[in-house]
């Protein structure tokens, strides 16, 4: 009868009506001294917290935490990941309805408090039978700008976004892989903030804006990947980039064995970059500080040390991660820097027929392969000027029909259970933020899938089937 009023069972299982909750959350201010704050759909506690001086915490002290149970909430969830630190702030999504949304950020006061909290709360059992997920926030602070003239360089760049975009912190300009005069007519811009650069985003995106006479493409840049210390300290390859196209592996294996005779154990360069493998730590550490700036065939490298891609197939705070492009595991894979969007391979494979109907998803794509020769000439693009018959993603396509519309990103939140015959069973559950109302508030396939990419597809399958079906929405 008073459905509104249920919050949170408390830990011994009774529930605990709306007077307990807000009273429990009181108790929980007045015991630690934090304030809480509701606004743009999460609820923040602390941001400072109390006695806090200077700024704020540096980048890398966030973690994600994700498949929290809908009704729990900061009384219980504060004391659990108070046990790796001193938390600065903690925001918990929050549904108008009152129950959370399945995730919160956790910001302690140092990178190895948070990097403790992934270590001992990663799959914790928070409650019978419930485990919750933790990892790196990825607080992307970094845009990508395309169609740049390749002649302007990286003083001429910065000032320039400084003039446009507020917050800029640094610009990152790559020298073209054939003619290291000119750059590769990109740039990356560092702000001091998410917000910052989410703000010089919103102003650059819509594609009428210009610099020096050329429209420019806005995006985010892919985020760089986060490695702890710990791994960090094990690297044995460096990373090296800016090399001439025409530079061999024997050549950078000899360039870099002159300080150290025999210390190089192989080499791989692909294209303009290359992984240098050491025998022992030692000497990677030594070559990186005594190559880094050096000149091979005329070109000034850039050494740094490798960032290993994690194999243990680890929950991660979004399913289609990306990868450094200081990874060896970038094999065969284009990225961004090379003027393309980076990729993880193939998309998954599932039959658009949805309850015997077609989805309206995007058509098989040409799989053709065609061969890169060098020197031929690339122009960075942004997905969002392409053709929905260029996805065979059917996540893909529904990002671009968001967009199309000038809407929000869909939201996938992921749900599971288990089949009779003991295996994870997956379903994702999409919200479109921006038609999201009183008859259709999120779309839900009736499948299940063994797979997170077979989820995600299904549900992006389904959602643009729904949508088609309405003669408002323009497929």
Known sequence: MHEENKAAPNGCGKIRGGTQNEAALLALMEKTGYSMVQENGQRKFGGPPPGWEGPPPPRGCEVFVGKIPRDMYEDELVPVFERAGKIYEFRL???????????????????????????????????PGKFIGVCV?????RLFIGAIPKEKKKEEILNEMKKVTEGVVDVIVYPNATDKTKNRGFAFVEYESHRAAAM???????????????????????????????????????????????????????????????????????????????????????????????????ASIEVTLAKPVNKEGTWKQHFNGQISPGSENLLGFPNKEDGHQ????????????????????????????????PGIKLTPISMYSLKPSHFSSAAMHLDYFCNKNNWAPPEYYLYSTTSQDGKILLVYKVLIPSIAD?????????????????????AAQFTLLHLGKHKRFQL
């Open 93 to 127: 999504m929050m549904e108008f309805s009152g129950e959370n949304r399945g995730y919160a950020f956790v910001m302690y006061t140092t990178k190895e408090e948070a990097q403790l909290a992934i270590k001992i709360l990663n799959n914790y059992e928070i409650r």
């Open 342 to 373: 980076k990729s993880l391979g193939k998309p998954a494979s599932l039959p658009v027929r949805l309850n015997g109907q077609h989805s309206p998803g995007p058509p098989e794509v040409e799989r053709c392969t065609y061969s890169f020769f």
């Open 137 to 141: 926030s990825l607080d992307n602070c």
């Open 438 to 458: 009183g008859s259709q508030s999120y779309f839900m396939p009736d499948k299940l899938c063994t797979t997170v990419e077979g989820a995600k597809e299904l």
């Open 200 to 298: 010089a985003r919103r102003r650059l995106i819509p594609g009428t804006f210009q610099l020096w006479g050329h429209t420019i493409q806005v995006d985010w840049a892919d985020p760089e990947k986060e490695v702890d210390e710990e791994t960090m300290q094990r690297v044995k390859v460096l990373y090296v980039r800016n090399l001439m196209i025409s530079t061999t592996e024997d050549t950078i294996k000899a360039e870099f064995n002159k300080f150290k005779p025999g210390v190089v154990e192989r080499v791989k360069k692909l294209r303009d970059y290359a992984f240098v493998h050491f025998f022992h730590r030692d000497d990677a550490i030594a070559a990186m500080s005594v190559m880094n700036g050096k000149c091979i065939d005329g």
